[in-house]
């Protein structure tokens, strides 16, 4: 019983890719214009907001910081 419900969970996820590629070929003029927008969204808002954080992450980590961190911390074991 358990088998068979695998095999129709299987065909489900398998028909749901098949519609989801079909669809992306169908498609593929706003798929593009979307994902274009998508990245010059990232690269306008999300990029220069998260840039600060990896710039002074990765100072951190270069200067030890990180370590000294982790071995000072009683809740990190």
């Known amino acids: 019983m358990e088998t068979e419900f695998n095999k129709k969970i299987i065909n489900l996820k398998a028909l ?10 169908i498609y593929s003029e706003q798929v593009f214009e979307a994902a274009v ?14 840039l600060p954080f990896f710039i002074i992450a ?10 000294l961190f982790m071995i000072s911390s009683p809740l990190i074991s």
């Open 58 to 67: 990765e100072i951190l980590m270069g200067l030890g910081m990180v370590q």
């Open 16 to 25: 749901i890719t098949i519609f989801v590629t079909i669809s992306l070929v």
């Open 37 to 50: 927008n998508g990245l010059h969204t990232w690269w306008e808002i999300v990029f220069p907001a998260l």
